[in-house]
């Protein structure tokens, strides 16, 4: 009996011991199961569950002997047993990122081991949840940012990748800029524009293909009229993708007295030459002048301003002046100014004050280069030498008009002589303009009969010619006109002119609907621009329709209607005995090609299948289709 028993009670110890250690397995899981439940953030459970790390206090151990199966209770088994935890989480811990794992070693080492007894697991956990996330917050974002992909990026991107340069930011008048695109989407067609909003404005249009790397490159060749701004850009379907710019230096180079050799009686204010160099432009420009005269004695002087227009209308708007006195002569002084009024072409009126000038510098000597023999002093000059600052006379639109003296410092006064304009005289001017632009005609530019520029193409300019000029009330008549150039008939064009005072920008003066000659007033001071428009006449096609016979018989056959093309579009319906009209066709050559046949029958010619239109004229085309068996009609 007692054997039983004792067995009887050992079966319970040993149940009763089984069932305890079950209860310390799998009571954190379903603690932790409980705190994983309400929070939808994994970084709590990963970060708190591992803190309450009593690993180090191995002592307690020896609770699971089966000996003290009638005394334990359940809180210290459940102590004893927490830190079997520790590799329950870890393979949660393992779907976590590093630096939650870092964390939550922080955790750890900061907390006292002696806590963790005292306090329950939910509680260490919701402890460790606000703890943590204050920590872990930055990195989550970070993480975001990273992992989603951003539009506004890709698209600046794609807007900076193509590149579009020039050889050079800046030419003068005559030179070709090399235009270079790259990065662009390879073997493709777009449209390049190049344009010039200052007077007289320009726009060329033209298609570039990119080769198998997405480059190109274009030459655009300017023409010889100064324009101080370009615009370069690239287009797909209308749409601009790329720009750039660059600037036009006016013409450098040297101008005689119009009036000729002492052709003043104020020997001191005679002036013989002027010279212009923009080498540097766009920051600095040189320029000099020549007195005829060496030596001033007494209270004389020389006194001269180099005036500058920043608007294109050939009047005034800034000025550097230089005086001279003594024997032999020096500088006196130089006044630069910022301001002038824009009412004259020979004068500052309305000056500012003069500045101090920071960039503008001016000098004057004794040099050997009078242009006139019989000059005084011969072959002596006393030349001005300035380096002018664009910043401190307007900016780079400023072009040098004219070199004028005055009979004092007094900005007031009347010009005594200039270099360029002359008493009784004004400027005139003839300019071409094509439409289209690119057409190849060749005209010889006139003024007065003669001929000032051969074989113009278009913007190509006589530049600007002294003539006679009267009073208001009798001014002087000249005449403008054109003939044609090398190989070129004007009898393929339309013409007209039309003539504008202030350098082309003002009033117009003069007008007609032919090649001229056309009569133009000049008044005295006058600057007068005639623009010359030739404007490409178009042609046109007829197409006749026949058709004949399988062996060429003749017979008329409406039963079809056939489709016949102009350059591949313009479709056009036809029937035998028939005529299709293309009106308004640019001359040159072109394409009619038959694009739909009816069955039964085959095209057996078209004469001629590349026409060349001739501005005014029609041009016939004839398109023969041949029935493949005869039939009845």
């Not at 090399?178 to 010039?196: H, R």
């Not at 209308?238 to 750039?244: E, P, S």
């Not at 660059?246 to 204010?269: C, H, M, V």
Request: glycine share 8%; proline share 7%.
């Amino acid at each position: 009996m007692k054997m039983k028993i004792k067995f009887f009670r050992k079966v319970v110890s040993f149940i009763a011991t089984f069932s305890m250690l079950l209860n310390s397995l799998f009571l954190p899981l379903t603690a932790l199961a409980q705190e994983v439940t309400p929070t939808p953030e994994p970084t709590p459970v990963v970060v708190e569950t591992p803190t309450p790390e009593p690993t180090e206090t191995p002592t307690e151990a020896p609770t699971s002997t089966p000996e003290e199966s009638a005394t334990p209770t359940a809180t210290p088994v459940i102590e004893t047993a927490t830190p079997t935890t520790t590799p329950t989480v870890e393979p949660i811990l393992s779907e976590t990122s590093t630096p939650v794992t870092e964390t939550t070693d922080e955790a750890t080492t900061s907390e006292s081991p002696t806590e963790v007894p005292t306090s329950s697991p939910e509680a260490e956990v919701q402890g460790a949840t606000n703890e943590n996330s204050l920590n872990l917050a930055p990195p989550t974002i970070e993480t975001e940012i990273v992992d989603t992909s951003n539009p506004y990026l890709l698209t600046t991107e794609e807007e900076s990748w193509f590149n579009l340069i020039t050889d050079k930011l800046d030419y003068s008048p005559t030179e070709a800029a090399v235009i270079t695109g790259s990065n662009f989407t390879p073997n493709k067609t777009y449209s390049l524009t190049i344009s010039s909003n200052d007077y007289p404005p320009t726009s060329t249009t033209v298609e570039v293909v990119t080769n198998e790397t997405g480059d190109f490159s274009y030459v655009y060749q300017l023409d010889g009229t100064y324009r101080p701004n370009y615009l370069v850009e690239v287009k797909e379907s209308g749409v601009v993708i790329a720009t750039t710019t660059f600037t036009d230096s006016p013409i450098s180079g040297t101008t005689i007295d119009s009036g000729g050799l002492n052709d003043i009686n104020a020997e001191q204010k005679d002036l013989t030459k002027m010279s212009v160099d923009y080498s540097n432009h766009p920051t600095t420009i040189d320029i000099t002048w020549n007195w005829d005269k060496t030596g001033f004695t007494g209270a004389n002087t020389g006194d001269a301003c180099s005036l500058f227009d920043t608007d294109g209308d050939g009047l005034v708007n800034t000025a550097v002046c230089v005086g001279v006195s003594g024997n032999p002569a020096a500088e006196a002084y130089t006044d630069v100014y910022s301001s002038c009024g824009d009412t004259s072409s020979t004068n500052c009126t309305n000056p500012t004050v003069s500045i101090v000038p920071v960039t503008t510098t001016c000098s004057t000597s004794i040099v050997a280069d009078d242009p006139f023999v019989g000059g005084e002093s011969h072959p002596n000059d006393t030349k001005a030498t300035c380096t002018v600052g664009l910043s401190e006379i307007g900016g780079t639109t400023a072009e040098l008009v004219d070199v004028c003296s005055y009979p004092s410092r007094s900005r007031t006064s009347s010009a005594e002589d200039c270099i360029v304009f002359k008493d009784n005289s004004g400027k005139l001017e003839v300019i071409k303009d094509l439409v289209p632009s690119d057409d190849t005609g060749l005209f010889n530019l006139q003024i007065d009969g003669v001929t000032e520029k051969t074989d113009a193409t278009d913007n190509d300019t006589t530049g600007e010619k002294v003539v006679t000029g009267g009073s208001s009330r009798t001014p002087t008549n000249h005449t403008v006109g054109e003939v044609g150039g090398t190989g070129t008939s004007l009898t393929g064009y339309s013409s007209a002119i039309v003539c504008k005072d202030l350098n082309g920008t003002g009033a117009t003066v003069a007008s007609g609907s032919n090649s001229g000659p056309l009569t133009v007033p000049i008044v005295e001071g006058d600057d007068i621009v005639c623009t010359i428009t030739n404007t490409l006449q178009n042609g046109t096609i007829v197409v006749h329709k026949d058709v004949q016979g399988p062996s060429g018989e003749t017979l008329v056959d409406t039963s079809q209607n056939f489709t016949v093309q102009l350059d591949s579009g313009n479709s056009q319906l036809i029937t035998d005995e028939g005529t299709v009209t293309y009106n308004d066709v640019a001359a040159g050559s072109h394409t009619i090609t038959e694009s739909v046949v009816p069955t039964g029958y085959s095209l057996f010619s078209i004469t001629p299948s590349n026409p060349t239109v001739v501005a005014g004229q029609t041009t016939d085309v004839y398109v023969v289709n041949r029935q493949q068996t005869q039939q009845s009609l």
